[in-house]
C-alpha cells in the first residue's frame, strides 16, 4: 500500500507564512511527480504547484511569487512554503503523488487526505 499523510495547516493572519509537509510511504519504486492542490469551499480544487523528481516545478498564477514548492527525494517528502498569505489562500490543500510501485511497475496517481490553511483578515 501507498500512503501520502500530510501536515503543517493551521490558522494564520494575513501576511503570514506556513510551511505544509507530505510524506509518502509503502511499496514505493519512483514518484516522478508531487504537488499539491487546494479547494476552497463552494469551488472546484485547482492546481496550487507541482514539482518533478528532477526539479521541474510549475505553480498556479495566483501563487507564483509567494508559495515555493520543494521535495526531498531521499524522504519521498514534497514541501509547500507559503509566504505573504491572503485570506483568499484559505483552503484545504491535497498533497497529490503520481508513484511508481515496486511491483507490479504501475504509475498511480494518490492523494492525501488533507490539511486546513485558514488566513484571517
Known sequence: QVQLV???GGLVQSGGSL???CAASGTIFSIPNMGWYRQAPGQQRELVATITSGGITNYADSVKGRFTVSRDNAKNTV???MHSLKPEDTAVYY???TIQRTLPR???DYWGQ???VTVSS
Open 114 to 116: 488533507g490539511t486546513q
Open 95 to 97: 498533497c497529490t503523488a
Open 6 to 8: 500530510e501536515s503543517g
Open 79 to 81: 514541501y509547500l512554503q
Open 19 to 21: 510551511r505544509l509537509s
Open 106 to 108: 504501475l504509475f498511480l
